[in-house]
């Protein structure tokens, strides 16, 4: 029998809702009972073994190019300045036949034991070529940076719906009651899309994003005002003040919500900033990821990058990367033009502390239990207007590819195909509903039966769609 994941806040109907709040003190008993019912609902829904306890997702903002970073297409060069003629135009992206082909400007080698492609755009991740399991088949649905993050992150282009880290919080929950399950480590810039991307939206608020800024204070709100027992006195007292209301109301899901944040709050006075601190990591460690870089961006990336595995060793779920804006850009890899110089400058930010995360992440025992995630929300046209020295690529949703590392997924492989010049799929067309639904099977997660209930019907992730890859795990 097909059975759903049930919210901490949807209680059974046999349990007397009033009578637990306003018996309940401080918020303790709503968490206990919370957290017992997450766990029953697991127990029963999972139908295989979790491979992967932890997803850390870096975005890569903006769009990376498939076919300067993982998708070899020697055509493009050969056939440079031709123009692409009707066959290759499409509504879905740049509709004119006049536009011309553009080769890259990077060289691109077979690496590692896999032969796997990757450019020399990425001359650490290069070393990793057998870690990595390239998809080079994605396939969006607009070729608008707001409506791909929202695709990317909800499973939906128009959002009003819970992202990625949410549902896998409100599924899972947190390993560590000290810390929220979804964290998303920012650089104090809102992607397209808006904050929507790291929303709860219809799930309880307790399941969205914390976010962690690079420069500063971690997290506000955190650092006492009060001491400890003052703290405590303040809590219980809202918490019954709040549990008087919840019991007088007919949906009491959100105050329940807010309880459960004080308290997590409160516990992550202690934590957030010890995690944070990477001073505590040996010097060779702070290296390996490029902490010391002149570059402020490229350390800031690092900064965050070591902090997701400090965070994930420690119980968060799901962790989320952003990369640091420049130029005014909220996302950063999207290079209508000066390609060359600012896809360069987007990987030696990033591409070091991806790769060092992997490596760091396979040495310390953590890499098989957790997922690394690279993607974008789209790629890069392989056509352009005109080539110049300052040339550029569009938006282009008809073949892109991303990586998964860890988790159970097949090393150095590469699954699905665009056509000779990259410019759609041709071979496993694949959309983000399957690789969603590929990363909720690794953790142990039927996609189809992780639902909440919402405007009259079971509300996923995937919604009617997704495939899991079983060619990739």
Known sequence: MKRNFHCPGNLPRTFDRRRFLQQSSAGFGSLALSSLLSRTAQSQDVQFPAKVKNVIFCFMDGGPSHVDTFDYKPLLKKHQGQKIGDRWTSKRSQSDPNRVWLGSPWEFKQRGDSGLWVSEL?????????ELCVVKSMVGELPLHGQQNLLLHTGRILGQAPSFGAWVSYGLGTENENLPAYVVLNNDWVPNGGLEN?????????????LMRAQGTPVDNIVPADATDVQRKKLSLLSKVDATFAAQTSDAQAIEAAIANYETAFRMQSTVPEIADITREPMHIQKLYGIDSEDTH???????????????EAGVRFVEITCPSFDGNNSPWDQHGELKRLHEKNARITEQSVAALIIDLRQRGLLDETLVLWAGEMGRTPHTPSVHDNCGRDHHVNGYCLFIAGGGFRHGASYGETDEFGNGATVNPTTIHDIHATILHQMGINHEQLTFRHSGRDQRLT???????????
């Open 198 to 210: 790291f929303g709860s939206s219809f799930l309880p608020a307790s399941h969205q994003a914390t």
């Open 463 to 473: 919604d009617v769609h997704g495939n899991v890859l079983l060619d990739i795990v």
């Open 122 to 130: 990425f001359p650490h991740l290069a070393k990793l070529a057998d």
């Open 298 to 312: 490229q350390q800031l990336y690092a900064t965050q990058a070591l902090r997701a595995r400090r965070l994930v």
